[in-house]
């Protein structure tokens, strides 16, 4: 089958500590999907890395900077932060991202 599945029950939950969780998703060496979750006031702190992010907002409120430019995303809400950006986010009230990464975050493996 030329698909990669991922049962979401059979994901393993990282707890990153501060709030927030992370659960790597379905993945192949282009793109991974991941699924982090946020209490209310946690952090995803400022960082850069090489890949094109996409993140899209399935639950909560979340306030997200892009170089040193913020914007409050809602259900439904979504962005594309370019390779290389410096960007994070405070979770505005207790919600999940839906992330996209191109190419794959090796670092989040294993």
């Not at 599945?5 to 990153?16: P, T, W």
């Amino acid at each position: 089958m030329k698909a990669h599945v991922a049962k979401h029950e059979e994901q393993r939950v990282n707890e990153l500590g501060g709030g927030v969780t992370r659960r790597v998703l379905a993945h192949n060496g282009e793109l991974m999907a991941v699924e982090v979750a946020f209490e209310a006031g946690a952090e995803g702190a400022a960082h850069t890395h090489p890949h094109t992010q996409c993140s899209y907002v399935l639950s909560g409120r979340f306030s997200y900077t892009v170089e040193g430019e913020a914007v409050e995303l809602n259900p439904g809400d979504s962005i594309v932060v370019d390779s290389g950006a410096v960007h994070g986010t405070v979770c505005l009230e207790k919600g999940v991202l839906l992330d996209i990464f191109t190419p794959r975050r090796e670092d989040f493996l294993g």
